[in-house]
């Protein structure tokens, strides 16, 4: 009995060597200690909480963002990422109940006629009356039932850490809602731009026409030289090939703006004719601290922080228990 005793005592010891050898994980806490002002400037006024549908003004420009918000593509792929992401948190719950599952079979034997065992079972069915022997049938019907009890928080462990990436998710969907009303705008506004661009282009390419018309009518009046009406040609043919480029910038941006929104090439509605006289809102940046609330990037990668964090708990754990 004594020396049993001795014998746990060692077995004991010996297992809690094991797990005080287990190497130490060196944990960092992130700092997110911000400044109170920004530029010596404390206004909390910020542009960031204005809805987009408020900052623009352009009905045009609106029902553009409208539509890449239904039909652009990457929008579409991350909306189904959040689904799937939304299915692994109830996979996550599902864990907590216990498992049953069941099963049934069946099966025929039939031994050969010419064996021990088939010769045998043939002289007493012919005994009986009949001429061949019968097939052997075998069922069967089975249920298992599995139930994990989380003593260790594994389970509960798990579902906060999926519950945290699908917050994630959420985020990387209004950091790409945020990117893809930046881009159509951004563009739309270029496209005005280039629109005004090519009419002062085009009303240059009238006066240097009628420029070119003068010169030929001093020349013919013996005022000037050739040399003179070449170079106002030359110069109507350089303005004019500044209007095709121009053009072809407009294509390209509309097609740009196409590819956002989803659909093919065709042309973009807008009006151009305000566009000197727009005045944009005053943009207000806020203190630092809002920059926490305010971005999506920034809470998609703090989110990815706690669901990692929450990895490495679960990780030390079944470290700890295999080594033990």
Known sequence: MFRRRIIFIGIVGLLLSQASCLPTLVQKTEDKSTPESFNTSTDTVNSA?????????DPNLVALIDTALKNNQELNIVMQEILMSNNEIQARKGEYLPFVTGGAGMGVEKVGRYTSQGANDANTEIM???EFPEPLGDFIIGAN???????WKKLRNAKKATALRYLAT?????FLVTQLV????NSYYELMALDNQLQIVQNNIQIQQNALEIIKMQKASAKVTELAVKKFEAEVLKTTSLQFSIKQEIVQTENEINILLGQFPQPVIRSSNGFVDLVPDSVYVGIPSQLL???PDIRLAELELAANKIDVAVARQILSFSRV
């Not at 039932?145 to 003593?151: A, G, Q, T």
């Not at 959420?170 to 209004?174: D, I, L």
């Open 49 to 57: 909480t204005i809805s987009w549908k408020n900052y623009f003004k």
């Open 170 to 174: 959420v985020e990387g969907k209004n």
């Open 145 to 151: 039932v599995y139930w994990e009890v989380d003593i």
């Open 128 to 130: 009986d009356g009949k």
């Open 182 to 185: 930046a881009e159509i705008a």
């Open 293 to 295: 609330v305010n971005r």
